[in-house]
């Protein structure tokens, strides 16, 4: 059994693997919590962490019907410094290179002066040189006189690892190891075919977004950016003066991250206390979000055109993970802003139960358990398992989001079609993100002291999508529609 717990800065994951005949891995259970212990990646409050980790592990127990001792957890990339070394090792004339002269030039490349702060995560050797021949992943049984190579150093910083692993301990667990998030990340994203190239995998969280460039099936470079989802949450609950959680899901539901993505025929209404009502289109909704999330891809160009160069000469593909990457029109703004094709990354290389972790947000708790695996960080996964589309978002069919106020004066609810799946977890009052930079054009949305917000589709948009005359709803629907505010 491996056990991946990727304790994020929204939510915390632990992901249960087993190792199947074939040497791959089945996924027999998933447990996920909302984290209110978190911030931009850190532990800022080791209780409600704690209590977040026993209940996240209890749920994956109860699926897979284990019980789980010790586990791989996830760093966030601020808290880790990583450089590359080089390696030599000179090698007998007429002897075959061997393990031994491997480790020797990987030592060597070890041998650099590191901040007594810091605790080494992952050496990664990348590729071998043998007398000055380049892109030799095995040199064991090659002859030559000098053995080089690079090795990527990650390590972490005390502080924040302690913490982490208290927690993990206070919970009842062992750690098997600390793994960088884009890391994992990559692990469970890049498929067989991208092995062989350069690819940079996004993992865009709620606190942070991580960054890691892999080459040739190694990861090369790591950064991590302390922007996410979150900040996009926090602009539209500033500038529409709505509480972050409606913000939240008029986010998940109406945004998009370009204006010409957005529902052309949808406006929200934003009633106040006052009777007053504001509308916005999506597209203006829109207009909000995106300049977050270019935000967000101009920092990422501007560390790989610094350490590394252009984007577009350095990789081949991007890949967009992690649960912000949800958002519509994400891909096109990053295929706009980097000049490579895009792709979501959605966990793959594995089987068993794949539909429970089904979603860019478990990117980093599956590459955990593949981690696991070899322990050497190294991409060499199997094909990926195909994995099932997601159900389209919900296209409501009446007012969406109420306050409390609202839901306390209706008398009953009135069954009728719903949704047919709303993705909202259950979540209380969150940390809210630094600096949300709020865009200026909407300002106006909430000049008006706001007491109670409704935030409805206009008559317009209901009518697109009316019952079917004669329509009976199934019990399914009446639930649905009954609990849909909560869903
Ligand atoms: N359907 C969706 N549309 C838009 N954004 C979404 C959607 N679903 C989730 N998100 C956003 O994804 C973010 C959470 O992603 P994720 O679960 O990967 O974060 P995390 O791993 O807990 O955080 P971090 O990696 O930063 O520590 C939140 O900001 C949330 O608003
Ligand atoms: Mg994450």
């Not at 109406?254 to 009633?271: F, H, K, W």
């Not at 006052?274 to 891809?297: C, D, M, N, W, Y």
């Not at 708790?365 to 159900?391: I, N, Y």
Request: hydrophobic content about 35%; aromatic content about 2%.
């Amino acid at each position: 059994m491996i056990v991946g717990l990727d304790i994020g800065t929204t939510k915390i994951t632990t992901v249960i693997g087993e190792l199947a005949g074939d040497g791959s891995v089945d996924i027999i259970g998933q447990g996920s919590v909302p984290s209110e212990g978190l911030k931009r990646g850190s532990v800022v409050n080791l209780e409600r962490t704690v209590q977040a980790i026993r209940e996240s592990v209890h749920r994956a127990e109860r699926v897979a019907g284990v019980k789980v001792e010790s586990a791989y957890v996830s760093v966030a990339g601020n808290h880790t410094k990583a450089i590359t070394s080089h390696g030599l090792a000179a090698i007998r004339r007429g002897h075959e290179i061997t393990d031994t002269d491997v480790h020797r030039a990987i030592e060597n490349a070890q041998a650099v002066p590191l901040d007594p702060n810091l605790e080494v995560l992952h050496t990664l050797p990348q590729e071998y040189e043998v007398d000055g021949q380049e892109g030799i992943k095995s040199p064991v049984g090659m002859h030559g006189v000098r053995l080089e190579v690079d090795v990527h150093i990650v390590a972490g910083t005390a502080g924040p690892l302690l913490n982490l692993r208290r927690c993990v301990q206070e919970a009842g667990l062992r750690v098997d190891g600390f793994v960088l998030q884009a890391l994992a990340s990559g692990l469970s994203t890049v498929d067989t075919g991208e092995q062989s190239q350069s690819v940079i995998v996004i993992d865009m969280g709620g606190g942070t977004t991580d960054i890691g460039v892999f080459r040739r099936g190694n990861l090369a470079h790591s950064a991590s950016i302390p922007i996410g989802g979150d900040h996009v949450t926090a602009d539209l609950a500033q500038i529409l003066k709505i509480p972050m959680e409606e913000a939240e899901d008029v986010k998940r539901r109406y945004g998009a991250a370009l204006p010409e993505m957005a529902d052309a025929d949808l406006t929200l209404e934003i009633t106040t206390g006052q009777g007053k009502t504001h509308a916005l289109s999506a597209q203006e909704l829109s207009r909000v979000i995106k300049p977050r999330i270019a935000e967000i891809f101009g920092m990422i160009r501007d560390e790989i055109d610094q350490t590394l160069g252009p984007v577009e000469l350095i990789a081949q593909h991007v890949i967009l993970t992690g649960g912000a990457s949800k958002l519509r029109g994400t891909p096109e703004l990053a295929r706009d802003r980097f000049r490579v094709p895009v792709r979501l990354g959605k966990p793959g290389n594995i089987g068993g139960l794949i539909d429970i972790v089904n979603g860019p947000e478990y990117a980093a708790g599956v590459g955990l358990v593949l981690f696991g695996l070899h322990e050497d960080g190294r991409l060499v996964a199997p094909a990926p398992t195909p994995l099932p589309e997601p159900e389209p978002e919900p296209q409501p069919s009446k007012p969406l989001l109420k306050s409390k106020k609202d839901r306390e004066r209706e008398p009953e609810p009135q069954p009728q079609p719903a949704p047919q799946r709303a993705e909202r977890p259950q979540r209380t009052e969150r940390p809210r993100p630094p600096e949300p930079q709020p865009a200026p054009q909407r300002a106006e949305v909430s000049a008006a002291p706001v007491q109670q917000t409704v935030v409805r589709t206009s008559p317009q948009a209901q009518e697109q999508h009316p019952p079917a005359p004669g329509h009976k709803p199934s019990l399914m629907e009446k639930l649905r529609s009954w609990f849909s505010d909560w869903l």
